[in-house]
T-cell receptor, first 116, second 113 residues
Framework: GAGVSQSPSNKVTEKGKDVELRCDPI?????LYWYRQRLGQGLEFLIY????????KSGLPSDRFSAERTGESVSTLTIQRTQQEDSAVYLC??????????????FGPGTRLTVL | AQKVTQAQTEISVVEKEDVTLDCVYE???????LFWYKQPPSGELVFLIR??????QNEISGRYSWNFQKSTSSFNFTITASQVVDSAVYFC??????????FGKGTLLTVNP
């Protein structure tokens, strides 16, 4: 499979628990993005990784959210002490370097998070 | 600040009708990119098209066509002879001088047989 993959596809958790969401980008894509899509809404930018540069965390809604990426491979998004308002689909995307002419972002299938 | 507005929340048509999805954007960047994505019920976002701000030529791809008008800051998407498989949420997005995509709220298109 050459696309972006995400796991798990669905996650149900209880309020207050921590969750970890995983993203495997397309091989060779140096840029990786996380977005959140609340029900009936567009996508909200959360965080961006580009190569070994410091990530842009400006979209993270609170300090309960964090993300890591090892080199140019897998990324994990962690939400601590989950709240019901964290319920959403979390989408990961990857692209070639953003300044490349072919810089469209390719999205994974998302992880649907439900916080009870 | 960047903004993308998709004024149509939901559109319902009958198969074979033509349908246009509107997108209006705001940006202060002189160089920017506009995108359309399709999100079928399965949830995965499918890239449809990218246009840069210097290329105002309209584009046609099969039953899909896009009308980019800088003068009105619009990038509308038309599906000709719609089919049931076109039913999805369609998102318009803008990328300015940085790497962030700003999305509209999406238009839910339902094509009825």
């Amino acid at each position: 499979g050459a696309g972006v993959s995400q796991s798990p596809s669905n996650k149900v958790t209880e309020k207050g628990k921590d969750v970890e969401l995983r993203c495997d980008p397309i091989s060779g894509h140096t840029a990786l993005y996380w977005y959140r899509q609340r029900l009936g809404q567009g996508l909200e930018f959360l965080i961006y990784f580009q190569g070994n540069s410091a990530p842009d965390k400006s979209g993270l809604p609170s300090d309960r959210f964090s993300a890591e990426r090892t080199g140019e491979s897998v990324s994990t998004l962690t939400i601590q002490r989950t709240q019901q308002e964290d319920s959403a689909v979390y989408l990961c995307a990857s692209s070639l370097a953003p300044r490349s002419p072919s810089n469209e972002q390719f999205f994974g299938p998302g992880t649907r998070l439900t916080v009870l | 600040a960047q903004k993308v507005t998709q004024a149509q929340t939901e559109i319902s048509v009958v198969e074979k009708e033509d349908v246009t999805l509107d997108c209006v954007y705001e940006t202060r960047d002189t160089t920017y990119y506009l995108f359309w994505y399709k999100q079928p019920p399965s949830g995965e976002l499918v890239f449809l098209i990218r246009r840069n701000s210097f290329d105002e030529q309209n584009e046609i791809s099969g039953r899909y066509s896009w009308n980019f008008q800088k003068s009105t800051s619009s990038f509308n998407f038309t599906i000709t002879a719609s089919q049931v498989v076109d039913s999805a949420v369609y998102f318009c997005a803008l990328r300015g001088s940085n790497y962030k995509l700003t999305f509209g709220k999406g238009t839910l298109l339902t094509v009825n047989p």
